[in-house]
């Protein structure tokens, strides 16, 4: 389905009462994201989108990343900004989108190789923070165990580019198939690096600085970066300077996929987040009575 990349709409919806933001019943990112072994997959994603040299540069000369004590601060609006677009209505996204367009408009890095300037809302590097999100959170999933056909994959990656128009980029211009993910990859692999402030957060990531209230999580913390650390891709764990062996990826599913049955194990009431479980409940009347609702794909 095209969208609006202004407003981020999805044309055919009835109205407010059918208001389900840019994916709803029926989509494949609902199913998805609200399981929560994807958490891994927002941290993977970090990883990945850190090895842009100029998004690193762009977000670590325009804020706080590098300054421990508010860097969870800027965590926790990142991962609000994931909810709302994900989750949100229509005007809830339009809002936050035009917040973040706003900002990223006004800001600029500088290229330290070169000492040149560059904007931090070029399209290339929103597209690359865009392709880490979905290739980070699409690859978890497979991996857990999370119930998804080629097809599926394939309709995760295309739902993704309303995602890619909230923060300015044309959809029209962004991979919609995993097969053509795959090619932007296979291009931008030999194009993109470990800069200094990628490794130092790299590093961080062993060691987070927590607010004092989630200090006790410090002693989950190595056993949680060394399994992210082995979901990134070969190529991209060498590129922090690590090998990229095979026998890490194998390690890695057996851990995603006994996480993900352990987690099924708890109570759905227990399992999801308010937003989630929303979604699975209007899924749930979606599936009982389809010729009532617009369809999501």
Avoid at 66 to 84: C, I
Avoid at 131 to 140: A, P, R, T
Avoid at 183 to 189: E, I, K, Q
Wanted: glycine share 8%; proline share 7%.
């Amino acid at each position: 389905m095209d969208i609006d990349a202004r407003s981020g709409e999805q044309p055919g919806l009835a109205g407010p009462a059918d208001d389900h933001g840019l994916f709803g019943p029926g989509s494949v990112t609902w199913r998805v994201m609200g399981e929560p072994v994807l958490v891994v997959g927002g941290i993977r994603a970090l990883l990945l989108q850190a090895l842009h040299p100029h998004s690193m540069w762009g977000t670590a000369q325009n804020s706080e990343l590098m300054d421990p004590a508010t860097a969870w601060a800027r965590l926790g609006r990142t991962v609000e900004f994931v909810r709302v677009r994900t989750w949100g209505s229509r005007d809830e996204v339009e809002r936050v989108g035009r917040r973040i367009r706003k900002l990223h408009s006004k800001l600029s890095g500088v290229d330290m190789r070169t000492g040149e300037p560059f904007r931090v809302d070029e399209p290339e590097n929103l597209l690359w923070v865009h392709m880490g999100e979905v290739d980070s959170y699409l690859d978890i999933a497979r991996r857990s165990g999370v119930p998804l056909s080629r097809a599926d994959a394939d309709r995760f990656v295309d739902e993704q580019r309303r995602a890619a128009a909230v923060v300015g980029l044309d959809p029209a211009g962004v991979p919609s198939s995993v097969a053509e993910m795959r090619d932007y990859y296979a291009d931008m692999r030999h194009r993109v690096w470990a800069c200094d402030e990628a490794k130092e957060g790299f590093r961080r990531m062993f060691n987070p600085a927590l607010p004092s209230r989630l200090v006790p999580l410090k002693l989950a913390a190595p056993a949680v970066g060394v399994l992210v650390v082995s979901t990134l891709p070969r190529w991209a764990r060498r590129k922090y300077g690590l090998p990229g062996l095979p026998t890490s990826d194998l390690a890695a599913t057996l851990t995603l996929k006994g996480l993900y049955r352990t987690t099924r194990v708890v109570p759905e009431r227990y399992r999801y987040g308010p937003d989630a479980r929303r979604a699975r409940e209007l899924t749930r009347e979606h599936a009982s009575a389809p010729a009532s609702w617009p369809l999501a794909s």
